[in-house]
């Protein structure tokens, strides 16, 4: 629809109808990595320093936790904030990768070039078998 403009000078614009937002299900999320943590909605209430029925009403989407809280709601349960938002996992490695990622950080400089050196020689093995298949 094309806008007009009025006598006054002022454009008119049309007003599109509000579409109604997605609702995030922080609820579920919520009670699913609390009984994964194995604690009780007055544990985590605690230490969020709400109340236990304040963790039951977010878990059913009554109501929702103050932005502040979420730091401390996603490092008690372990939620990964794309997780707790209902997003796509930007970090697609596996827990072996991870680990794999993280004792290669750990390991000297010499440790690390002996190591690409045997990854390249496996890379390269890897690769004459396939071509002679």
Known sequence: MASKKTGTGIVDFPVQKATKKPRIAFGSTLREYRLKAHLEQEQVGKACGVTGNAISNWERDVARPDASLVPTL??????????????????????????????????????????????SAIIDSQDETRREN
Request: aromatic content about 14%; charged content about 25%.
């Open 74 to 119: 996603c490092n008690l349960l372990n939620i990964p904030l794309y997780d707790f938002f209902g997003m796509e996992n930007p970090n697609p490695y596996s827990a072996e990768e991870k680990a794999l990622v993280a004792d290669y950080r750990y390991m000297t400089d010499p440790n690390k070039r002996q190591l690409r050196s045997i990854v």
